[in-house]
C-alpha cells in the first residue's frame, strides 16, 4: 500500500479522489481503488467535504501561536479533530501533533511547529572551531542555537570537504 507523500505517490492520486468523490464513492471505496490507506482517504474525504481540499499538495503555512492555543482549547472541550481540522483548515494529523506536543510538554508544547531557520556563515563557523576544539554536539548545539543533529550535520559536511581537498591537493 502506497502511503501519502512517499515517493512512489504522485500527485495524480489527489485528483483522481477528487474525481471518484465527486462520482459519490466513499473514502474506503476510493482509498481501495488507489490503493491507498484508509485514514488518509478519509482525511481527504473531510477536507473536500469543508471545501478545502485541493489538487495541490502545498498546504497552508504553519498554524500561528494563537491558532495552536484555540486548537488545545477546542481539543480540551472534546471537540472532534476532523471539526477542528476543518476550522484550521489543516489535516487531522496536524491536530493530533500539536494535542501530542501539548500532552507531552504541557503550555511549552504549543508552540507552532515550523521548519528550523537556516544557520548563518558565523553559526557554522562557530559549530566547526568548537568541534575542532573536541566541544560535544550537545554543547555546541547549545551555544549556537540549533539541534546536535544540526551540528553533526555541518561538522560531517565540514570533514568530508577537507577530505576532498586533501584528495585534490
Not at 512512489?8 to 471518484?20: G, N, Q
Not at 478545502?52 to 488545545?72: A, D, H, N
Not at 491536530?95 to 507531552?104: A, E, L, N
Amino acid at each position: 500500500m502506497t502511503k501519502p507523500g512517499h515517493p512512489r505517490c504522485p500527485d495524480h492520486f489527489r485528483s483522481e479522489a477528487i474525481e471518484l468523490f465527486e462520482q459519490g464513492l466513499g473514502y474506503k471505496a476510493t482509498a481501495a481503488k488507489l490503493n491507498l490507506h484508509v485514514s488518509t482517504v478519509r482525511d481527504w474525504k473531510r477536507m473536500w467535504k469543508a471545501g478545502v481540499f485541493t489538487e495541490s499538495t502545498k498546504y497552508r503555512k504553519p498554524l500561528t501561536q494563537q491558532e495552536v492555543g484555540l486548537l488545545i482549547f477546542l481539543k480540551e472541550q472534546k471537540f472532534p479533530d476532523a471539526k477542528i481540522a476543518e476550522m484550521f483548515e489543516c489535516s487531522t494529523s496536524l491536530v493530533q501533533k500539536h494535542w501530542r506536543q501539548y500532552r507531552k510538554e504541557g503550555a511549552a508544547g504549543t508552540k507552532p511547529i515550523r521548519k528550523r531557520k537556516r544557520l548563518s556563515e558565523e553559526a557554522i563557523r562557530l559549530i566547526i572551531a568548537m568541534r575542532k576544539r573536541g566541544e560535544h554536539p550537545t554543547v555546541v548545539a547549545e551555544a549556537v542555537g540549533c539541534t546536535p543533529a544540526n551540528v553533526n550535520y555541518h561538522w560531517k559536511r565540514y570533514l568530508a570537504e577537507e577530505a576532498e581537498k586533501k584528495k585534490k591537493g
